[in-house]
């Protein structure tokens, strides 16, 4: 008999759940109150609709993240694109700002939220289920 790999679905709720509370209740406050999250964050104002683009995308993972709650392997390739692109910023973003030692203290607040998500993912994520191959 096969192994497909373990899937930790507590891990997996407790991720999308935090998805749709994190990510998309920051969208939300992107989009609906970015005065406010910039006084609370502290960082520069920005293009409104560049500021918007990243409001909509936060909360778009946490809409995707409310079915996930139901079938959590079947949306298990969200947290994966999560992952990704928050690990990219680590090492894109923050990584060559940090060597310079210019990371403003919002980024520090992002980095500790964003390591939150990736630690989570790495944990909830069943990659053998999620890269295996397809059979018909």
Known sequence: METRG????????????WTIL???????????LPDMMRT??????????????SGS?????????IPGFISPVKFAPVLLLQLCYKLIWFIVVLLPRFIAGSVPGYGWI???IFATYVIGDLIAIP???????ETK
Do not use: H, K
């Open 6 to 17: 373990i899937v930790r679905y507590g891990w997996l709720r407790a991720m999308y759940i």
């Open 22 to 32: 994190g990510a998309g209740g920051f969208g939300v406050s992107l989009l609906f």
């Open 40 to 53: 609370i964050f502290g960082y520069p104002g920005q293009d409104p609709l560049l500021f918007g683009i």
């Open 57 to 65: 995308i936060y909360v778009a993972f946490g809409l995707v993240a």
């Open 110 to 112: 992002f980095a500790g």
């Open 127 to 133: 990659f053998p289920i999620v890269f295996e191959r």
